[in-house]
């Protein structure tokens, strides 16, 4: 049943011909229902009065929801020959647009150029948008070379990799579980490095580059939204002139594109800006550690995705290698769940 389902959808891809129309309005009814979930959540929140943990939580896991089911979203662009940098600078481009969309409609423009007044501000977002522009490059690879496994495991890493930040600049108490899920997570590593003979740079690179990108973002004194804008407005200018850069050398791949293709870049404003906003507004709200955990929804998905869809391999050395994460991984959620455990059970003896 499920290799039928399997062809089915990959046929569908593969016939846009017949179909682009369909799969046009299928992208645009994504988009557009995300950020019907973005605004039911803001009025969800406001009617039940619900408190800022909770709040935080609802924000990262749509968030994490969305990220899961990214690279379908970013699948039609697999069958073009754009580069992932063109790619990555088109994102940029028209996340910058629709962000700017939401300043105006929110009334936020005064707090971005406030932001951009203040040197040591604008330093601060200068580099969380320098870390959120690898992580999005190398994402953008990942998915279009065939690395949807790899891009999965960093981002089953990166929850400890917050972990471990929030130890060492939060001074977040962490248990002796913590400790052995990181060193399980660590020798995974090491062993895709050595036995396996592949170094998992893309996992690492992903999972370095969020993890410090959420600890930056966590301690800035902007608004989600506010910030969110004025990291795309810092890498607008450099992505719109390698763009030109292109088209002036002939080597700016877009009229060659069809138009589904062209639907998905001028729609990645959206799908980019909306679930960053969602994590912002998570990530201000409750601590890193729980921000790990609601963060496993995502590669979890992906790693369906990664074997269902893309049919990537995962045997031998490899899979080795990703258990002793997972084990890091289980270990890490029973830690984390018995350290939210044992104050309930102290709030209940006294009452």
């Given amino acids: 049943m499920v290799g039928r389902c399997r062809l089915l959808f990959e046929r569908w891809f593969a016939e846009s011909s017949l179909h682009l129309e369909i799969q046009r309005a299928l992208y645009v009814f994504l988009v557009f229902t995300t950020m019907h979930q973005a605004r039911s959540i803001t009025d969800f929140s406001a009617r039940y009065a619900m408190n800022d943990i909770k709040k935080g939580a609802l924000y990262a896991l749509v968030c994490y929801l969305i990220w899961g089911v990214f690279p379908l979203f970013w699948y039609p662009l697999n069958q073009s020959d754009m580069p992932s940098i063109q790619i990555l600078a088109q994102r940029i481009v028209w996340s910058a647009v629709f962000a700017g ?14 932001a951009a007044l203040r040197p040591r501000i604008l330093g601060i977002f200068t580099l969380t948008a320098v870390l959120v522009a690898i992580n999005w490059l190398v994402y953008l690879w990942a998915i279009l070379n065939g690395h949807v496994l790899d891009a999965s495991l960093g981002y089953f890493i990166n929850p400890l990799v917050n972990v471990l930040l929030g130890f060492v600049f939060l001074r977040e108490k962490l248990n002796r579980l913590h400790v052995l899920a990181l060193c399980l997570a660590a ?19 992903l999972a370095a580059s969020f993890g410090l990108y959420g600890l930056i973002r966590k301690t800035a004194p902007m608004p989600a939204l506010a ?14 002139g390698y763009l ?34 969602l994590f912002a507004e998570g990530a201000k709200r409750i601590p890193l550690s729980l921000l790990g955990m609601l963060q496993y929804v ?19 050395a490899r ?22 455990r044992l104050p309930q059970h102290a709030t209940e003896s006294h009452e």
């Avoid at 995502?298 to 031998?316: A, C, D, K, R, Y």
């Fill in 319 to 340: 899979l080795t290698g990703y258990a002793l994460v997972w084990l890091g991984v289980a270990v890490f959620l029973t830690g984390s769940w018995r350290a939210h």
């Fill in 298 to 316: 995502s590669p979890t998905l992906q790693l369906l995705l990664g074997i269902v869809m893309f049919h990537e391999p995962l045997n031998g």
């Fill in 101 to 114: 969309v939401l300043l105006t409609v929110f009334r936020q423009w005064r707090e971005v150029v406030q």
């Fill in 244 to 277: 030109l850069l292109c088209f002036w050398g002939g080597t700016l791949y877009f009229s060659q594109l069809n138009a589904l293709q062209t639907s998905v870049l001028l729609l990645s404003g959206a799908a980019t800006t909306i679930p960053l906003l």
């Fill in 187 to 205: 020798g995974g590593i090491v062993w895709l490095a050595v036995p396996a003979g592949q170094i998992p740079w893309i996992s690492i690179v």
């Fill in 227 to 240: 910030g969110l804008a004025l990291e795309t407005f810092i890498l607008a200018p450099v992505a719109l």
